[in-house]
């Protein structure tokens, strides 16, 4: 099993940053990307960024500009930093990894993993 444990979330003024980290834990082979998305009240999720374990970024609209992704694999850990926040980055932010792991029979498969999601508020 993995686990994906999350922090970071909270509140802040508009024009404030914060950073998210997301570290995974368990029985893991190898990482392929880690991410995180966002879900505000009412909306879809949607994707913010994720990072492929050799560190090459991808950035949802949401996450284009203002937020910046990055990864220590020696950690196995995800960060979001995020700057310049603004009232409409309030959601609940969710972890997301897809990695290699073995299975009972210790067939190696990929799986993909979610965290239980941080809040971010973001006060006008």
């Known amino acids: 099993q993995v686990q994906l444990t999350e922090s970071g979330g909270g509140l802040v003024q508009a024009g404030g940053s914060l950073r998210l980290s997301c570290a995974a834990s368990?029985?893991?082979?190898?990482?392929?990307?880690m991410g995180w998305y966002r879900q505000a009240p009412g909306q879809q999720r949607e994707l913010v960024a994720s990072i492929t374990s050799e560190g090459s970024p991808d950035y949802g609209d949401s996450g284009k500009g203002r937020f910046t992704i990055s990864i220590d694999n020696a950690k196995n850990t995800v960060y979001l930093h995020m700057d310049s926040l603004k009232p409409e980055d309030t959601a609940v932010y969710y972890c997301?990894?897809?990695?290699?792991?073995?299975?009972?029979?210790?067939?190696?498969?990929?799986?993909?993993?979610w965290g239980q999601g941080t809040s971010v508020t973001v006060s006008s």
């Open positions: 368990g029985s893991i082979f190898s990482i392929n990307a």
């Open positions: 997301h990894a897809n990695v290699y792991a073995h299975d009972h029979r210790l067939v190696l498969l990929e799986y993909n993993y």
